[in-house]
């Protein structure tokens, strides 16, 4: 049993040292590095995939250990969990150490006072027992005093302060803790889905995942152990953006009808960019936007539809845009018509027939489209709705067309640009910790103030009464100090305690000790 | 531009430069009092005197202020040009501040929003950190041109490669938590600044030292300059004070960052380049805190641990600003 015990008691020791730390630490700080560096699937994905392509072996290989989700990597998690059990193992033992040190009476005047790193002595005409009333007045309430009286008849006074120093220590590494556990809570019962809402009537959603257009939840949250808040976003009615002259973005306001439980009654409000909209537990963000162009459709068989599809910004600072209209015809008679489209807010013209957008904002927009028709289904492998897959189809007309105009081709199809409406993208968000995280970096920050800022401090004073008193032969006052912590400048700080300990007692008359002055001068 | 006072941004930019020229003239009286003086050994010696000293058995009471100089006759000239020095420091930040206070009403936000003008903040954070400890231990005057040196480069880089016009804020960046997370970023940083030049500094004087007691040794033009520095235990405390100052700082500063980021962006922390990188340097700042209360760390292990934090710093603002891209895309280069 001893054999198993203490190579394991051993480990822990290693485990829990100070050492081990700091090297935990580095590796935490090292680990981080490649997170920043390489891209990151969680982050990126298309990016992602395509260094990894490009990479050949190489790319496959940091694929395989993990480099691409760094912080969802099993070595990231190992290091960081390392470090929480170092910390509970050197934790446990310093909070005794110190509730013991708090509830303990300062440590006896150590003999020789003046081989401390700092030390004075002086006289004074006052008894030993009257000396002791004014030091103790001197060194104020800040100090914890005791007073002990040696064999020799002199009295000791060991005084400390500082103890809020090992106390913020403790609770910044508690909070730095409690901060672990929150974010580990937060990330597994979280989730975030986002929802392209288009301006205008019908189109707004629950907050179930089968309304979502994307569906991220933690761990837990995916096996159905959490259920989403019932709300509703009803309505978008305006979604407005605003941009200085040069085309830079001023505002984004999406105007909104929500519902915070299904049976409340509607309410509005709006949402910008730095405030989202909170309700109990969920918050609601405006993220990303864009267009919706509108174009009618006259089908081969002479039928009319309407369509209005979200374009996806191709170029963040001009809002190009690009997206795609996809209307089934009769089935099996390749009479489905697919149409790619570019649509450009502010549109220039570069020549050869290609339009391309200056700036976000919308003035004359024009719809370049490219219009197929054949099998919508093409290749069979899954599509977005902002692309067509026209590989079952024949291209049979393309237009630049500005708004109200149509197309008409020689079979008889038309498109017509009817318009646009904008849309926002918004996401919701859900983490249960988050609020109890914040209370924990308060309390960090709190810890770390006392730790860092408060001065550790140790005082003794020797007061050895005179030879004889009667004679009035001074009490003789011997000081030394110890800073049990680097902050602030103690030599400074020492000769100034020593003054006013000094001048608290009554000052001995010059005559008596002339040759105590002479004694003292080597 | 909509929003942007033209001439004031203009009168901004002179500012900004002038305040370079003036940094650069009180570096050379800085770097003439240190290389012609003798102020490093005198000063040393006129620090307050350890209490051991006014000691004696039977000691009467000889106690005086501690700190009171033994009077010089004369002061000499390299004291008069190391006090010009700190004048003209003084008002180089004078001159820096108002750059940036005009730059602010140019733009009518706070004046920290892209990688030009939090450069310039940084710089003169970094000045007014090294005044204050000035303000503290006086004795460390004559190091003003190590501190100034990177001041004046950081901020030629902000004048010429990061500099960009006065802009209105885009959305993302229209809230009072740039002003807290920027600020305090800014402040911690120039301060970390501050500690890691009197880190540089304590490790050249500790390799000084243990050379000098070398058998055989002669003193270079180095060594002869490394003689003049405080002694080391005094650079190397008042580098860790600096961080014990700036560590809090830069916690309080990142957690605003995330306060933002969770209303800007809707998470709290997202493993963003920028903030990766952030939380690097406060690891290895902690490591820093750490390594000095560790046996076998203590001293220049750590000095290297805190001139890596700094290096972090560097890298977090050059390279992830410029090369790295991420959502903190405020560099404002094009
Ligand atoms: C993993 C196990 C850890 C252990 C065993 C540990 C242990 C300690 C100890 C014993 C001290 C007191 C040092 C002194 O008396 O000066 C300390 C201070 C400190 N620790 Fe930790 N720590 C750990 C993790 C961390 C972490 C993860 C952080 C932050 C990232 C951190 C930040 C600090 C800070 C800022 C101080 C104050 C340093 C000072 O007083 O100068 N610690 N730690």
């Known amino acids: 049993m001893r054999r198993i015990l203490r190579p394991l008691r051993m480990a822990w020791r290693r485990l829990t040292s100070m050492r081990t730390a700091l090297i935990l630490l580095f590796l935490l700080a090292v680990a981080a590095v490649p997170g920043s560096l390489l891209p990151q699937r969680p982050l990126n994905p298309d990016k992602t995939n395509s260094y990894v392509a490009q990479h050949g072996g190489w790319g496959r290989f940091l694929d395989s250990i993990g480099m691409f989700d760094v912080f969802g990597s099993v070595w990231f998690a190992a290091i960081y969990l390392l470090l929480f059990i170092s910390l509970v193992g050197c934790l446990i033992p310093r909070i005794r150490v110190h509730a013991r040190a708090v509830a303990r009476k300062p440590l006896p005047a150590p003999r020789n006072l003046d081989r401390l790193p700092e030390n004075g002595r002086f006289d004074t005409a006052d008894t030993a027992p009257a000396y002791v009333a004014a030091a103790r007045s001197a060194l104020g309430r800040r100090w914890r005093i005791v007073e002990r009286r040696e064999e020799s008849g002199a009295i000791t006074l060991s005084a400390e302060k500082g103890y809020s120093r090992e106390t913020g220590n403790l609770i910044f590494h508690i909070a730095l803790l409690a901060s672990l556990v929150l974010i580990a809570i937060g990330r597994l019962y979280n989730y975030e889905g986002s929802r392209i809402v288009l301006q205008g009537a019908d189109n707004g959603f629950c907050n179930t995942i089968s309304q979502y257009d994307s569906w991220k939840p933690g761990r837990f949250a995916a096996e159905g152990k959490v259920h989403p808040a019932p709300f509703c976003i009803d309505e978008m009615s305006k979604f407005t953006a605003s941009y200085t002259a040069s085309g830079e973005p001023r505002t984004f306001r999406a105007d909104v009808t929500y519902r915070p439980s299904l049976d409340a009654a509607p309410r509005t409000t709006n949402i910008t960019v730095n405030h989202p909209l909170r ?36 170029e963040a600072a001009t809002l190009l845009s690009e997206g795609a209209f996809k209307q089934p015809g009769k089935t099996d008679a390749k009479q489905d018509i697919g149409i790619e489209g570019l649509f450009a807010p502010t549109p220039v013209d570069t020549g050869n027939g290609l339009i391309t957008s200056a700036s976000p904002r919308v003035s004359d927009p024009v719809l370049s489209v490219f219009i197929y028709q054949g099998d919508l289904t093409g290749s069979g492998a899954p ?20 708004i109200g105009k149509t197309v008409t081709l020689p079979n008889g199809v038309a498109v017509t640009f009817d318009g646009w409406v904008p849309w926002a993208g918004l996401q919701v968000s859900h983490d249960p910790a988050q609020g109890y995280l914040l209370i924990a970096a308060v309390a960090m920050v709190i810890g770390l103030l006392g730790s860092l800022g408060v001065r550790r401090r140790r005082v003794w004073l020797r007061i050895a009464p005179g030879s004889s008193p009667d004679d009035g032969s001074p009490t003789v006052v011997s000081v030394g100090g110890l800073a049990r912590s680097d902050s602030g400048n103690f030599t400074a700080e020492f000769a100034g305690l020593l003054t006013r300990l000094e001048t608290a007692g009554t000052p001995v008359e010059p005559n008596v000790s002339a040759d105590a002055i002479g004694a003292g001068k080597d | 531009m909509a929003g942007i006072n033209g001439s004031m941004a203009h009168l901004s930019d002179g500012l900004f430069t002038t305040s370079i020229a003036i940094y650069a003239a009180a570096m050379v009286g800085f770097t003439a009092e240190y290389a012609f003086g003798r102020v490093g050994r005198k000063l040393e010696a006129a620090a307050p005197a350890p209490a051991r000293e006014l000691v004696g058995a039977g000691g009467p009471p000889v106690l005086e202020p501690a700190t009171a100089p033994p009077a010089p006759p004369k002061r000499p000239a390299a004291d008069r040009i190391g006090r010009w020095a700190v004048v003209i420091t003084v008002l180089g930040a004078l001159v820096h501040a108002a750059s940036i206070t005009v730059r602010a009403a140019a733009v009518d936000a706070v004046p920290w929003s892209n990688m030009y003008e939090f450069a310039s903040v940084s710089g003169l954070v970094g000045v007014l950190a090294f005044l204050a400890v000035l303000w503290k231990l006086p004795a460390l005057r004559h190091l003003g041109g190590f501190v100034l040196l990177p001041v004046i480069l950081l901020m030629f880089l902000a004048g010429t490669v990061l500099y960009s016009e006065a802009q209105p804020l885009v959305p993302a960046l229209q809230s009072y938590w740039l002003a807290i997370h920027v600020v305090l970023v800014s402040i911690a940083e120039g301060a970390l600044m501050t500690s890691a030049v009197l880190t540089v500094l304590y490790l050249v004087k500790s390799r000084h030292d243990k050379r000098h007691d070398e058998p055989g040794y002669k003193p270079g033009s180095l060594g002869a300059l490394a003689a003049k520095l405080p002694a080391a235990a005094v650079l190397d405390k008042a580098a860790y004070r600096v961080v014990a100052f700036s560590f809090p700082l830069y916690t309080v500063a990142v957690i605003c960052g995330a306060i933002w980021a969770e209303a800007a962006w809707g998470r709290y922390w997202g493993w963003d380049p920028k903030e990766t990188w952030a939380f690097i340097v406060w690891v290895i700042y902690a490591c820093y805190l750490h390594a000095r209360a560790t046996a076998g760390w203590k001293g220049k292990a750590a000095a290297w641990v805190n001139l890596a934090g700094f290096g972090a710093i560097t890298f977090n603002f050059l390279i992830v600003n410029i090369v790295v891209s991420g959502l903190h895309s405020y560099a404002g280069l094009s």
């Open chain 1, 279 to 314: 309700l109990e537990g969920d918050r609601v963000y405006l993220i990303n936007h864009g267009f919706a162009p509108q174009v009618t459709i006259r089908m081969p068989d002479g039928s009319v539809r309407h369509d209005v599809q979200a374009f996806v910004p191709t």
């Open chain 1, 383 to 402: 599509q977005t709705v902002y692309a067509l897959d026209h590989s079952k189809m024949k291209k049979i007309g393309k237009a630049n067309l500005t």
